[in-house]
């Protein structure tokens, strides 16, 4: 079955340390996401990716960062820049074309700073 | 601006009871709109779109929207709630930026079903 897969499903970082969290798709979507999850402030887009090799900066990239070598895969960084990663975060992704589609979402990752 | 809106924090329903989930859009151009469900510790799960056509979208578990352009609304509506139906529900619309569109989430609201 297509879809896209996040791992791993929760994470534990100690303060100082870089983690990278992973989001697969096969459902050979152009676009790629990631959003960052807090309770009551819904969702916060970080980074996003329409192609290969290319992505933008969303509301909230200070202290993260990622790479698209893959059509398949966005890997998030939480650097140690990130003063307050501890939420939920989610990848997503989309076609690109003229007709309007939503995003297939990926299950989650829960990261906390311990 | 562009963007979404969901007046309600969390919304409260007994069993049985008809479910509405306001939504309220400002875009420039046509709307095209979409419903979320989240369950805890989960991804967000598509229920419905309206991209064009009849007023009246349905979707997934039941569900359905209306599409009201006077009103700039797209309510969430299901006419006998479950307690199954309890999670976070996001309304989302497309924003263009050039020729490509990405979704604008709103805040999300809270469903609670008490048996």
């Known amino acids: 079955d297509g879809g896209i897969t996040q791992s791993p499903k929760y994470l534990f970082r100690k303060e100082g340390q870089n983690v990278t969290l992973s989001c697969e798709q096969n459902?050979?979507?152009?676009?790629m996401y990631w959003y960052r999850q807090d309770p009551g402030q819904g969702l916060r887009l970080i980074y996003y990716?329409?192609?290969?090799?290319?992505?933008q900066k969303g509301d909230i990239a200070e202290g993260y960062s990622v790479s698209r070598e893959k059509k398949e895969s966005f890997p998030l960084t939480v650097t140690s820049a990130q003063k307050n990663p501890t939420a939920f975060y989610l990848c997503?992704?989309?076609?690109?074309?003229?007709?309007?589609?939503?995003?297939?979402f990926g299950s989650g990752t829960r990261l906390t700073v311990v | 601006a562009q963007s979404v809106a969901q007046p309600e924090d969390q919304v409260n329903v007994a069993e049985g009871n008809p479910l509405t989930v306001k939504c309220t859009y400002s875009?420039?151009?046509?709307?095209?709109l979409f419903w979320y469900v989240q369950y805890p510790n989960r991804g967000l799960q598509f229920l419905l779109k309206?991209?064009?056509?009849?007023?009246l979208v349905k979707g997934s578990y039941g569900f359905e929207a209306e599409f009201n352009k006077s009103q700039t609304s797209f309510h969430l509506k299901k006419p006998s709630a479950l307690v199954s139906d309890s999670a976070l529900y996001f309304c989302?619309?497309?924003?263009?930026?050039?020729?490509?569109?990405?979704?604008?989430f709103g805040a999300g609201t809270q469903v609670v079903v008490t048996p």
């Open positions: 459902l050979n979507h152009d676009a």
């Open positions: 989302a619309v497309i924003i263009y930026e050039g020729s490509w569109g990405k979704l604008q």
């Open positions: 875009v420039s151009g046509n709307p095209y």
């Open positions: 309206y991209i064009t056509g009849d007023n």
């Open positions: 997503a992704s989309s076609i690109v074309g003229q007709e309007p589609t939503g995003y297939t």
């Open positions: 990716s329409q192609i290969v090799n290319d992505f």
